[in-house]
């Protein structure tokens, strides 16, 4: 943990998100197509957690999770988009140290804490698949209550280094950030003091959150692999899939946009290319998540149309 006096840059005027849209026409619609986007993955996933809370025959371990999903998904575009949105439509793309602070703090708590929820979530379906005898033992509400508190523990404990570290440092250049949040890498490029200790750092990190939960996931799929080709009942076999090629999709889909953006050197960083795989992200895969698992799961499909059918 980095221990440093705070010195007057705290006080310095505030940070400047440049954004990744103009007021040409073409970005124009990119922007109104956004908010399009950001509103149908906050009702879509909103109505997930609504749905999961209502329909008592999803009040199983797997859905709880799946319900945690959707909420750390909802948080997680409600801390860049409203920003950007304002800061586009006022002109005004001033955030406060104080804000900066707040949007690293829940942007990467909640990046940590989905990067162990997805591992857990594979567990959840490797005991089920491979042992469904045991499975209500092995996977209990006590434990599945734990695994997910666990994960947001430690995804906070994450956020409050990285907010601790970044904002000790130096920024007496430019405060323009290249981004249409307050990214850590971006905030990095800022700083006129040595930032390779602390780029170690977050290295280490990634390899702790990012390529851990990876590993548990590739260990509890393959088990799940070979499980599901040795069944002997065609649907029995087809069910698992649906439900492991979902997961596995979201997987692939987070897991590879993350590594893309933290575990690449910082000189080797292009800012448009990271403003657009952070969108993709931040914006776009917080909308395709309960779409992914409500269309290809029937149990969530039916107890859609129950809820929407009732109001």
Same mark, same amino acid.
């Given at each position: 943990?980095?221990?440093?006096?705070?010195?007057?840059?705290?006080?310095?005027?505030?940070?400047?998100?440049?954004?990744?849209?103009?007021?040409?026409?073409?970005?124009?619609?990119?922007?109104?197509?956004?908010?399009?986007?950001?509103?149908? &993955?906050?009702?879509?996933?909103?109505?997930?957690?609504?749905?999961?809370?209502?329909?008592?025959?999803?009040?199983?371990?797997?859905?709880?999770?799946?319900?945690?999903?959707?909420?750390?998904?909802?948080?997680? #575009?409600?801390?860049?988009?409203?920003?950007?949105?304002?800061?586009?439509?006022?002109? /005004?793309?001033?955030?406060?140290?104080? *804000?900066?602070?707040?949007?690293?703090?829940?942007?990467?708590?909640?990046?940590?804490?989905?990067?162990?929820?997805?591992?857990?979530?594979?567990?959840?379906?490797?005991?089920? %698949?491979?042992?469904?005898?045991?499975?209500?033992?092995?996977?209990?509400?006590?434990?599945?209550?734990?695994?997910?508190?666990?994960?947001?523990?430690?995804?906070?404990?994450?956020?409050?280094?990285?907010?601790? &570290?970044?904002?000790?440092?130096?920024? !007496?250049?430019?405060?323009?950030?290249?981004?249409?949040? !307050?990214?850590?890498?971006?905030?990095?490029?800022?700083?006129?003091?040595?930032?390779?200790?602390?780029?170690?750092?977050?290295?280490? !990190?990634?390899?702790?959150?990012?390529?851990?939960?990876?590993?548990?996931? %590739?260990?509890?799929?393959?088990?799940?692999? #070979?499980?599901?080709? /040795?069944?002997?009942? *065609?649907?029995?076999?087809?069910?698992?899939?649906?439900? !492991?090629?979902?997961?596995?999709?979201?997987?692939?889909?987070?897991?590879?946009?993350?590594?893309?953006?933290?575990?690449?050197?910082?000189?080797?960083?292009?800012?448009?290319?990271?403003?657009?795989?952070?969108?993709?992200?931040?914006?776009?895969?917080?909308?395709?998540?309960?779409?992914?698992?409500?269309?290809?799961?029937?149990?969530?499909?039916?107890?859609?149309?129950?809820?929407?059918?009732?109001?």
């Amino acid at each position: 943990i980095f221990i440093m006096e705070w010195d007057n840059q705290t006080f310095n005027p505030d940070f400047i998100l440049m954004g990744i849209f103009s007021y040409t026409p073409t970005h124009i619609f990119l922007f109104s197509l956004v908010l399009g986007i950001f509103t149908m &993955a906050l009702l879509a996933n909103t109505l997930m957690v609504l749905v999961i809370y209502l329909d008592t025959r999803l009040h199983t371990p797997m859905y709880f999770l799946l319900s945690q999903l959707s909420l750390m998904d909802l948080m997680v #575009i409600c801390t860049t988009v409203p920003k950007m949105a304002h800061s586009y439509l006022s002109g /005004r793309k001033s955030i406060s140290v104080a *804000g900066c602070e707040a949007q690293i703090f829940f942007y990467v708590s909640l990046f940590g804490a989905e990067c162990f929820l997805l591992a857990v979530m594979a567990y959840d379906r490797s005991v089920a %698949i491979c042992y469904p005898l045991q499975y209500h033992s092995l996977m209990n509400w006590k434990l599945c209550g734990l695994m997910a508190v666990s994960t947001w523990i430690l995804g906070g404990f994450d956020g409050i280094v990285d907010v601790a &570290a970044t904002m000790s440092f130096s920024y !007496c250049g430019s405060r323009e950030i290249a981004q249409f949040f !307050c990214d850590v890498p971006a905030l990095l490029h800022l700083s006129c003091m040595d930032t390779s200790t602390f780029e170690t750092l977050i290295f280490i !990190c990634c390899v702790v959150m990012l390529l851990l939960p990876l590993s548990l996931i %590739i260990i509890s799929y393959t088990r799940v692999i #070979i499980t599901v080709i /040795r069944m002997s009942s *065609g649907e029995g076999r087809h069910k698992a899939f649906t439900t !492991c090629t979902s997961h596995l999709t979201v997987v692939g889909m987070y897991y590879g946009a993350a590594m893309f953006i933290y575990m690449r050197p910082t000189s080797n960083r292009s800012p448009t290319q990271d403003k657009m795989v952070s969108a993709f992200y931040t914006i776009l895969t917080p909308t395709l998540n309960p779409l992914i698992y409500s269309l290809r799961n029937k149990d969530v499909a039916k107890a859609f149309s129950k809820v929407l059918g009732k109001r």
